[in-house]
């Protein structure tokens, strides 16, 4: 089982940033990925950004450029950093962690099944 908490969400100004946090804690060895998704009210819920215990990222076409997501492994917490925002980022943004499962034996990537309570992020324009 894997815990999150998420940290930062705010009100910024259009072309502004904020930094959100989500740490982590619990069965954290077994984390395969971990990502950002938001939802903005009325609008279906969308990836924007993803880590892999690699170190492997991608973004959403909406924020290359934009945002960064980064992690901290000594303090088991993962960041995005949003600059340049737009009222069309503000959404509630929820951290998700994808754990390994156990397959006909073998460990293969699970799903997003562990989430943040999530953080609003509001971009006036």
């Known amino acids: 089982q894997v815990q999150l908490v998420e940290s930062g969400g705010g009100l910024v100004q259009a072309g502004g940033s904020l930094r959100l946090s989500c740490a982590a804690s619990g069965s954290i060895f077994s984390i395969n990925a971990m990502g950002w998704y938001r939802q903005a009210p009325g609008e279906q819920r969308e990836l924007v950004a993803a880590i892999t215990s690699g170190g492997s990222t991608d973004y959403a076409d909406s924020v290359k450029g934009r945002f960064t997501i980064s992690r901290d492994n000594a303090k088991n917490t993962v960041y995005l950093q949003m600059n340049s925002l737009k009222p069309e980022d503000t959404a509630v943004y929820y951290c998700?962690?994808?754990?390994?499962?156990?397959?006909?034996?073998?460990?293969?990537?699970?799903?997003?099944?562990?989430w943040g309570q999530g953080a609003q992020v509001t971009v006036s324009s």
């Open positions: 998700a962690a994808k754990l390994w499962k156990y397959r006909l034996g073998l460990l293969v990537p699970g799903e997003y099944d562990y």
